[in-house]
Structures are given as C-alpha cells and as structure tokens.
C-alpha cells in the first residue's frame, strides 16, 4: 500500500467581521468565552496560508462547525478561502456540523441581532466543491459521503446533526448507509478511516459524565464502526487535544483523534501519514501566528491567556457577582445556593496554594506555595484541553492535587456516578487520569490500527 497523507484541521468557526464584533454586548458575550470572535477571520486566513504552501500532503480535511454560527456572510467569505486553497492544488474534504446553520448573531451599532442565516439543507451544495459533489457515494439527507482520499484509503464523511436525549446520534436509516459504505470498502480492498465532528469516545475521562461531550451511546458505535474494519475516526467539537483507544468486545481496535479548534487553545493542525493498512503516524503543528492585534503575543499566548482568561472571570464572578456567573450556566437560586457559591468563589480567588496545603495537612511543594489557588485552577482546568496534561503522579502541581483528592476520597465514593456505558465511576480515578495524562500522547503518535 503506498503512502497517503493529508493535513487535518476542526472548528475554524469562521466569522466574517464586516457583520459586526464590537461593542458592549459584545465584550459581554466574550468574558466567558473561551474561542474566538472577531479574530477568526484573521486565524483562518493564516491557516490558509500555511496550507498552500504546506507540502507533505496534497489533501486538506476539516471537521466541521466551518462557520461561527451560521451566518450566510460567513459561508460565502469561507468557502472564497476554501477556493484559494484548492486553486492552490490541495483537494478538500469537509464536514459539516450544528454551528454550520441555525441561529446566527452578530453585535452591531444597536447591540446584538440576528444577520442572514441559511439553512441546513443548503450546506450539501453551498460545500459541494469540497466533498459532496465529487463523492464515490453520498447521503444528502444525513450531509455524509464516501470519497476516494488515495487508490487504497477512503474516507468516510460523517454527520450526526440529529439529537436524541440531548446527544448528537445516528439514526436508523444513516447507520444502515455505513454499513453499506463499510462493506463496499471491504470488497474493493480498501482501508477506510472516517470523520465526525462529535467525538465518539471522551477525549478525558470526566468528559464521559457530560452529555455533549461525544455522540449518544459512543462505544456501541465505536463497536459497530471498528468490527467493520474501521478502525479510526478524526473529531472536534470539544475543542480539546486527545488520542483515544477502545477495544471492542470482539478484540477490534478503534481510536478516536480529537484535534483542537485552530481559533481556540489549543490550536493545531494535524499531519496524518497512513503508512500501511495498519500503521498511521499523528503528527502535530500548532497553527500559525495571525494578522490581529495580540499586543505582541505569538498564537500559542494569546489564545492560551483567553483560556485563562474565561476561568478566570467565572471564578472571580462566582466570588463577586455571583447573580451574573449564575445566569450564564443558568444555575437555579435555591436560597443558600448563591451565598455558597459566593463563599467558594473568595476562597478561590484569595487563597494559595501553599494555605490550602497547610489548612489539609497536605504537604506541598515549596516552588509553588505561592499560587493562588485561582491561577492554578485555571492552568490545571487548559491543561486538561491541551492534552498531555502534566498534573501527574512525581510533578509538584500533580502531587498536590492527588494529596486534595485523597483527602477527600471518602466523599467522592458517595458520589454515585455513571459513564457512558453505564458502569459506575470512581471519581478518584476520573479526576486522577483527566489532571494527567497517563496513556497515549495527545499529540504524536503511531497508531496501530490491527
């Protein structure tokens, strides 16, 4: 089999800014967001750039949510730059997904309001230069397709709009299509890998007790997809860096590589090398510095403070105006509610590290005593986005952590939890493997599909 490479990108969210991304209610809106606004026209266009010149790989596959929020501007000024790249000799392959249609908005001279949006039946043919119109075999119903990437791999495009229980799901009639597409692969001899933008499996441990975090009932479709000889699938969504393995009842390996948005931290790209019908090798490549006013930070710093930033205005709120840090995560006020909030936030926000460790009678390292518990709250929350995440077992920050969790092991046994294929948690064990990475790299891998 020969080689096949292509570069991935997820959740560019493009946003064209003539329609509007200043002003109070907008500053609003952004101080608890954690993505971009009015920089993603910028971001995108550096990451466009990039790509043209990018000469590993011919092919450029993006996992979906293309647009911010399903402003038509936004689809006509993206799709403009998804021209200048394939003009420029790469082939395109995208998915679609629920921020690609639905409920636009923009913030204007009157504050915020609804641009021209679009609907979701018009996505098939608005992208069908980028994966709809050339495909082997299509769905346009579901916006999923097959396409031919190379002579021996194919790529199995997935969307998964439909919601049950309030989680993105497949229904009947689109999983008999796959089946169908699995099978056709099989008999023709070719290797066949898919894109989704809902994760399948959670990219963290505690990310299995959030329903949006993947699709509904994600390792029964890990199953069905693996035991037909699919073995790997790209997502986003999360907005999170992971790489994920699940070993079907039947012995089937299936992964799932989770990339982050490039208008968010973290934001990379990845270099994918199909090196054989087995061996795939992940490399990854952060996304490039950008034409926006960073105040001199490089990409990297400027959406790594953002991140901060957010969990930073959520605690300090919760601490000072807790009424607003409810609202936003419309959390009912059920009399002594706020006021516990309200204490938890002053704790957090005016406490450090090396206090708490005293007040415990946990030992703490004397290199980090002097954190607020605030900055390290924060840093261990982006941490657990970025992948690879460092509070482990033999850090100084981990160590403390782990000591926090034993010392309170007893009330997490009470919380009765379960995951997402039912079986009940240890929480100690959750938090322990979402602070730190202790399996695949997040970030460069070789993957071994059989």
């Known amino acids: 089999m020969k080689e096949t490479k292509f570069?991935?990108?997820?959740?560019?969210?493009?946003?064209?800014?003539?329609?509007?991304?200043?002003?109070?209610?907008?500053?609003?809106?952004?101080?608890?967001?954690?993505?971009?606004?009015?920089?993603?026209?910028?971001i995108n266009k550096s990451v466009i750039e990039y790509l043209k010149t990018a000469d590993e790989a011919d092919t450029v596959l993006i996992a979906g949510d293309l647009v911010f929020n399903g402003e038509k501007k936004s689809h006509e000024e993206f799709t403009a730059l998804l021209r200048e790249l394939k003009d420029s000799g790469k082939k395109i392959f995208v998915i679609t997904a629920d921020h690609d249609c639905g409920n636009p908005f923009a913030f204007g001279e009157k504050g915020r309001y609804s641009p021209e949006g679009i609907e979701r039946d018009e996505l098939f043919d608005i992208y069908g230069d980028f994966g709809f119109h050339n495909a082997i075999a299509s769905d346009r119903e579901h916006l999923s397709y097959v396409a031919q990437i190379s002579d021996n791999v194919r790529l199995l495009a997935l969307n998964a709009d439909f919601k049950e229980d309030g989680q993105?799901?497949?229904?009947?009639?689109?999983?008999?299509?796959?089946?169908?597409?699995?099978?056709?692969?099989?008999e023709d001899g070719q290797m066949m890998f898919a894109m989704l933008h809902y994760p399948v499996l959670p990219g963290q441990p505690i990310f299995s007790v959030i329903k949006p975090a993947t699709i509904r009932k994600p390792y029964d479709f890990a199953s069905f997809l693996a035991d037909r000889g699919v073995h790997l699938i790209f997502t986003g969504h999360m907005h999170n860096q992971s790489i994920n393995e699940y070993i079907t009842e039947k012995g089937n390996k299936f992964y799932d590589v989770c990339t982050g948005a490039v208008i968010a931290d973290p934001a990379f790209i990845r270099l994918v090398t199909f090196k054989d019908e087995k061996t795939v090798d992940i490399k990854s490549i952060p996304t490039p510095d950008f034409d926006f006013d960073t105040k001199g930070k490089?990409?990297?710093?400027?959406?790594?403070?953002?991140?901060d930033n957010m969990i930073v205005n959520v605690l300090t709120d919760m601490a000072y105006d807790t009424p607003r840090m409810m609202g936003k995560f419309h959390i009912e006020d059920k009399g002594i509610t706020k006021k516990l909030l309200g204490i938890v936030g002053k704790i957090i926000c005016k406490i450090?590290?090396?206090?708490?460790a005293r007040i415990l009678f946990i030992k703490c390292d004397k290199s980090i005593k002097k954190i607020t518990l605030l900055d390290y709250a924060a840093e261990l929350v982006r941490n657990i986005f970025e992948g690879n995440q460092y509070y482990k077992e033999g850090t100084a920050k981990g160590d403390l952590l782990l000591a926090f969790l034993k010392r309170i092991?007893?009330?997490?046994?009470?919380?009765?939890?379960?995951?997402?294929?039912?079986?009940?948690?240890?929480?100690?064990?959750?938090l322990k493997n979402t602070a730190g990475n202790y399996d695949i790299d997040d970030y460069n891998a070789t993957l071994i599909l059989k």
């Open 298 to 307: 490089d990409c990297k710093q400027y959406l790594s403070d953002m991140f």
């Open 409 to 430: 092991r007893f009330i997490l046994k009470k919380i009765e939890l379960k995951d997402k294929k039912g079986d009940k948690l240890d929480l100690y064990e959750v």
């Open 7 to 42: 570069y991935l990108i997820t959740d560019p969210h493009y946003f064209a800014s003539c329609l509007g991304c200043s002003g109070e209610e907008y500053d609003d809106f952004m101080h608890y967001e954690q993505k971009c606004f009015a920089e993603t026209e910028s």
């Open 352 to 356: 450090k590290v090396g206090t708490l």
């Open 168 to 186: 993105y799901n497949f229904d009947h009639q689109q999983l008999e299509w796959i089946d169908e597409q699995a099978e056709k692969a099989r």
